[in-house]
Nanobody
Framework: QVQLVESGGGLVQAGDSLRLSCAASGRTFSSNAMGWFRQAPGKEREFVAA???????YYAEFLKGRFTISRDNAKNTAYLQMNSLKPEDTAVYYCAAGTTAAAVHTRPGYWGQGTQVTVSS
């Protein structure tokens, strides 16, 4: 079992930056691939980014380099650095974990409860 707790969401203005954190407990953190998804009101949940156990990163194409996923195995924490935020980035952001980055992308085994990010224009 893996427990995931997100933090760092909030209300920001367009153009601002925000860093989300995902603290993991349970199974050894370094054995998990980690990822981030988001769900805007009235829309389906969508993939944002993933990072493999070895640190290889994958991103949704629509991000165009604005977000960066990272992990700190010593702190059992994954991060999502979000820069140049836009109003359309407003969503609940969810942390996810799985055995591989591909598994995280398609069918995560574990989810956090989500953290709200609101970007005002």
């Amino acid at each position: 079992q893996v427990q995931l707790v997100e933090s760092g969401g909030g209300l920001v203005q367009a153009g601002d930056s925000l860093r989300l954190s995902c603290a993991a407990s349970g199974r050894t953190f370094s054995s998990n691939a980690m990822g981030w998804f988001r769900q805007a009101p009235g829309k389906e949940r969508e993939f944002v980014a993933a990072i493999s156990r070895s640190g290889t990163t994958y991103y949704a194409e629509f991000l165009k380099g604005r977000f960066t996923i990272s992990r700190d195995n010593a702190k059992n924490t994954a991060y999502l650095q979000m820069n140049s935020l836009k109003p359309e980035d407003t969503a609940v952001y969810y942390c996810a974990a799985g055995t591989t980055a591909a598994a995280v992308h398609t069918r995560p085994g574990y989810w956090g409860q989500g953290t709200q990010v609101t970007v005002s224009s």
